[in-house]
């Protein structure tokens, strides 16, 4: 995918977590950061599960949310210690 494409999924996908995780965005820019880090995350516990999720934009966001999620939960986990 292009670097245009890596942006709008990664910003979508952060968006999604801070949603998703208790407390909210920390705004674009950082929500772009933690979605695109949260794709490879997602991407590297796919391969590493045996997980198939599909391929296409979708399956992009699916992954990049999961991933981001993970990362912000142990963000705050490291954040209130």
Do not use: E, N, P, Y
Not at 29 to 54: E, H, K, P
């Amino acid at each position: 995918m292009g670097i245009i494409a890596w942006l709008i999924i990664g910003a979508i996908a952060g968006w999604l977590a801070g949603v998703l995780v208790k407390g909210g965005g920390f705004g674009v820019l950082v929500d772009i950061i933690v979605g695109i880090v949260g794709a490879f995350i997602g991407g590297w516990l796919a391969g590493v599960l045996g997980i198939q999720v599909g391929s296409g934009w979708i399956a992009s966001i699916v992954t990049a949310t999961i991933g981001a999620v993970i990362l912000l939960f142990i963000l705050r986990l490291i954040k209130r210690a």
